[in-house]
């Protein structure tokens, strides 16, 4: 735990806000909740960086007195901090709104046990997901300790047919993601109890409502019919609310973490997720569908390991009419795509893939607008999987592979070749990587060469400004002028 990078107190003045009791002994397990309430816009206050005194004591008072609720974490820990019961002794005399959350199963003592026991708790080792324990703490924690925001779960939000028929039907939670067109937040089913994805997107002037539109249409269409003909690994598509200003599309929650930011996968990894994805790309592109935005953030690694594609709200469908629309994500979408959806075809999300499995390899060293030989920073990767990577990232279309089934059965024999044809791919990988090193040789000495020239140059002005300005006399007498190098 770095304790240089605590989690700060919000500033409450007058607001409403939720006071935080915990033993400082827990600061680990208290960061993770107070980081939970921070995602979710709840204001609270906790006695960060203050010290035992009779000033602390009567601050500690203040904020208590002033709460809209009292949340009490319990541990171990807590139970032992006599801080931790004078306080939720003071809360339960003020008659305070509490809940508790427990960070580790603890038996209560007697006291606590008389102040706690009928008072709303939630056990963190229930859940065996983070979403479940967010979302319970959201619903337990003040609505009136939120900041108001422009997002769906603002009270600023007014609620059309389409929210309104939503809420009838789902419990709303916290919000667990962002993009151009929508936000995405945790949802139940009233009657079920499902956890859900709900995206909901607005719409608010001309441009942005078409494009709005198109994209959730899009993913709509996407999802039915890949869920009719049950493509695994993708989310289903649960319900849809519409009106004039908003658009609700329910999907199948998928519990786990994207790839984004997961950190450096060996090859063995990166050839098994590469492999489940492909699996997915079949069942697109049989039914004749491209998905256009293969990235790391849209692959999800569930609970149990499996891989799942998610947000179709780009996907396109080959025989379609053709537009101009350039879309993608920078560094993942194929050169083709820059030029207009007529030159789209299957083998561009074979490209998208191969640059992901670039990111996988080596995620320090990815750079969006220039490719790298995967070799040149990790040389245990072997020579074939570079060339099957180098395959499926060609420039030209024509030269990589050109359907899912053709590059999953080019992945599963990736090592079975000659000794021969592996002698000829170690020496194009060391040509590769000696050109590189020569490239950057040739930047690194042009920067040299700038900064040496800036160098210079402030040297020469600074020089200009300590010199003194020359002055030369009329006189011949030597002792009555002055020389010098301006």
Known sequence: ??????????????????????????????????????????????????????????????????????????????????????????AVDRDKNMFVVYLEETQLNNALNLLLGDIHAIHRSYYRNDIDFESELFKSASKNTMYQSDDLLSANDTSGKAK????????????????????????KHKRTGNIVAVKCGTIDDLSHDFFVRFSFYTEKRALFEMNKISCPNIPSLLDW????????????????????????????????????????????????????DIKPSNLIRDDYGKIHLVDFNIAFWKGDKTNDAM?????????????????????????????????????????KDRRFPVRYFRKEISVELEAFIDKMTAPDPKDRFQTASEA????????????????VLY????????????????????????????????????????TPTVIISNSSDDTNSTSGTK
């Open 1 to 90: 735990m770095n304790y240089q990078k605590l989690i700060e107190p919000d500033e409450v003045s007058d607001l409403p806000y939720i006071f935080v009791s915990y033993s400082r002994r827990d600061m680990q397990l208290v960061q993770e909740v107070l980081r939970i309430l921070r995602k979710n816009r709840f204001r609270f206050w906790y006695d960060q960086g203050m010290k035992s005194g009779v000033e602390w004591a009567e601050e500690l008072g203040n904020k208590i007195d002033g709460c809209d609720q009292f949340l009490v974490l319990i541990s171990p820990n807590a139970i032992e901090s006599k801080f931790v019961r004078k306080e939720v002794r003071m």
């Open 241 to 292: 609310y519409e009106d004039d200003s908003k658009i609700f599309l329910v999907e199948s929650m998928i519990f786990g973490k994207t790839l984004w930011k997961s950190g450096t996968h060996s090859e063995q990894d990166t050839v098994k997720i590469a492999k489940e994805v492909l699996r997915i790309l079949k069942y697109l592109h049989k039914n004749n569908i491209l998905h256009r």
């Open 408 to 423: 999953l059965k080019g992945l599963a024999n990736y090592k079975k070749i000659s000794f021969n044809k592996k002698i």
């Open 327 to 367: 879309l993608g994500t920078r560094g993942y979408a194929a050169p083709e795509a820059y030029s207009g959806n007529k030159w789209l075809s299957y083998s561009s999300d074979l490209y998208s893939l191969g640059r992901t499995m670039e990111y996988l390899l080596i995620p320090d060293f990815f750079d």
């Open 427 to 466: 020496f194009k990988s060391w040509q590769r990587i000696k050109k590189v090193k020569a490239m950057d040789i040739e930047i690194k000495e042009k920067e040299m060469e700038n900064i040496n020239s800036i160098a210079n140059y402030s040297k020469s002005i600074a020089i200009r400004k300590m």
């Open 164 to 187: 309104t028929a939503f809420l009838e039907n789902y419990d709303l939670f916290h919000k667990i993601g962002a993009g151009g067109t929508s936000q995405v937040y945790a949802a």
